[in-house]
């Protein structure tokens, strides 16, 4: 792994405070390791469980996040809106209505001067009815490939099929399609024809003794009444998920896909 290729590290959907206490924990070690390029994360949960504030983006940057990409809770906190306008390297989904504040995609620069794209875009099945992704993605690749060829899209989505169906559409046009949204991975990461590295879901980083990351017995609870009962982060069975993607710069394709599971 390297050699002059990039190493994109990308880290499951991280829950509130076990799941940034645990990051912070590991990160350092796991950079190390894979020698990363980039480090993106997923944090729409960042704060309490759901949403993220300009104050817990910025502990994450100081932890060696480079990129925070979001998803529909990005906006259940309100100091969202500050943050999105204060932090060039929080992201929001790019296929919310125009107007909103923040962008959803960028180009970062890392240290030996490789551009890097990274774009967060959000399903629509069983979910809030906004544009269009794929269409969406077609302008966006478009525009950040007039500067470089290596793409990572964090693909929020809850229907494995509306994943699959972007990877299989973009495949050959970017490095790497990232699933994120459900915080339960998946063992399928593989190399798509055209060199796009995919997963339907990189999983969570926060508690797994819950539901997806909720205190268990609440969430039991609302299933069985059907009723509202508001939802506990739950602290025990703490893991950092994610994957970690070996992208050839001349080209953009990916050469290598594989999970990360720590503890």
């Known amino acids: 792994m390297k050699n002059n290729n990039l190493i994109i590290l990308f880290i499951a959907d991280i829950i509130g405070k076990p799941g940034l206490d645990i990051a912070t924990l590991y990160l350092p070690g796991v950079i190390k390791k894979y020698d990363a390029d980039i480090v993106i994360a997923n944090g729409e949960n960042a704060w309490q469980g759901k949403g993220i504030n300009e104050k817990i983006a910025a502990e994450y940057h100081s932890i ?3 990129i925070i990409t979001g998803g529909n809770h990005t906006w259940e906190n309100y100091k969202i809106f500050a943050a999105l306008k204060a932090d060039e390297n929080l ?10 504040p923040g962008k959803g995609f960028l180009i970062h620069t890392v ?10 875009l959000q399903g629509r099945t069983f979910m809030q009815p906004i544009d269009c992704p794929f269409q969406s993605a077609n302008f966006i690749i478009d525009k950040i490939r007039e500067e470089t060829s290596v793409i990572i899209v964090d693909f929020h989505a809850e229907a494995t099929a509306e994943k699959q169906a972007l990877a299989w559409y973009l495949d050959g046009k970017i490095s790497a399609l990232i699933g994120s949204h459900t915080h339960v991975p998946t063992a399928d990461e593989r190399i798509l024809p055209g060199g796009t ?17 909720m205190k268990k017995e609440i969430a039991v609870r609302r299933f069985m009444t059907f009723t509202p009962h508001k939802y506990e982060m739950a602290e025990d069975n703490v893991k950092l998920q994610g994957v970690v993607v070996e992208v050839n710069p001349k080209d953009g394709k990916a050469e290598s896909i594989s999970r990360i599971n720590l503890p």
């Open 64 to 66: 060696g996040i480079d």
């Open 91 to 100: 992201l929001r989904p790019a296929n919310y209505p125009r107007g909103l």
């Open 111 to 120: 240290k030996n001067g490789a551009k890097i794209g990274v774009v967060n």
């Open 197 to 213: 590295a995919y997963i339907t879901d990189a999983g969570m980083t926060g508690p797994f003794d819950s539901v997806i990351g």
